[in-house]
């Protein structure tokens, strides 16, 4: 596979937050602390609920002093809205919705674009170094041939090579964010409160999750499917597979899942079609 390529993301959900109050705001609501959302670079966060538990991960993308868009995936701005707006009583805060305004393109591998009528900032959405680039929807943009659309196996191989969880596969609604390693990532442990906080610090403070995002291999050849069991070396069930590349690397098949925390590491296999096939972590 080519380092250098283009993902093309369509038409994410874009709610736009200005006024006085708008970062003071939306750092309540964020695990992120979202002062560190620049004019350079993107953010990714969570937002939970009183439990801590998720129920959105968006990108952060600052515009101008006191103008933070929040951006989900296609099709969730009207329920984003209602579940950050809920919380929004007497801040001064404007809220715009500007979905389908902009399409947005991921670039791995390419320096940042002339500015033009585009907006780039920095961001590792799939674990690498890349670039968010937004472009209005009356200015499409010539990409050059060395900069090529990857294709969807393609993308999500290199996803999930770099252990990066994804909505509706590692990412569900009502899990806790460090179960899936976004701690690194998604949530800063120095900013003041938000909704969540608390469970999410305890969590951090014991140093536990009942279970763990792990990367695997297998041959290419097994039929491993996401849903199959995972079994521990004294064959029991200990976790879940979760994603499978569809394009094998040198023979491995890289693999997605979560392991039990107190399950041990060593002899791992996976129960497919009825038999066990070994798997090793990466």
């Known amino acids: 596979m080519s380092r250098s390529f283009r993902v093309d993301l369509g038409y994410p959900a874009i709610l736009e937050f200005r006024g006085p109050d708008a970062v ?14 620049t004019r350079e670079a993107a953010l990714p ?14 990108h952060l993308t600052a515009m101008k002093d006191g103008v933070i868009w929040v951006t989900a995936p296609v099709g ?15 801040d001064d805060v404007e809220v715009t919705d500007n979905s389908g305004e902009y399409q947005l393109y991921h670039l791995i591998g ?13 961001s590792d959405r799939y674990g690498v170094e890349g670039i968010d680039l937004w472009v209005p929807v009356d200015y499409p ?12 196996d393609d993308l999500e191989s290199f996803r999930i090579a770099n252990g990066v969880p994804a909505w509706g596969s590692e990412l569900v609604e009502g899990m806790l ?12 442990y120095h900013k003041g409160c938000y909704i969540g906080q608390e469970v999410i610090s305890r969590v951090k403070t014991a140093g536990k999750v009942n279970r763990n995002l792990i990367r ?40 997605l899942g979560y392991l ?16 066990l096939y070994p798997v090793n972590l990466r």
Do not use: W
Request: charged fraction near 25%.
């Open 24 to 37: 003071r705001f939306l750092n309540g609501q964020m695990t992120q602390d979202v002062k560190l959302a």
């Open 45 to 58: 966060s969570c937002i939970t609920d009183a439990k801590g538990k998720l129920q959105f991960r968006v």
């Open 76 to 90: 969730t701005a009207e329920e984003l809205e209602a579940r950050l707006t809920k919380y929004l009583i007497a």
């Open 110 to 122: 390419a320096p940042i674009p002339p500015a033009g009528h585009s907006l780039a900032r920095r």
């Open 141 to 152: 943009i010539d990409f050059p041939s060395t900069l090529a659309e990857i294709s969807a």
């Open 177 to 188: 964010p460090p179960e899936a390693a976004l701690e690194a990532t998604d949530i800063s």
């Open 216 to 255: 695997l291999g297998t041959a290419e050849n097994v039929p491993v499917e996401p849903g199959d069991i995972l079994i521990s070396g004294e064959g029991d069930e200990c976790g879940t597979i979760t994603s499978v590349a569809p394009v094998a690397d040198d023979g491995v098949r890289g693999l």
């Open 260 to 275: 039990k925390r107190t399950a041990e590491r060593a002899g791992l296999q996976v129960r497919s079609h009825g038999r």
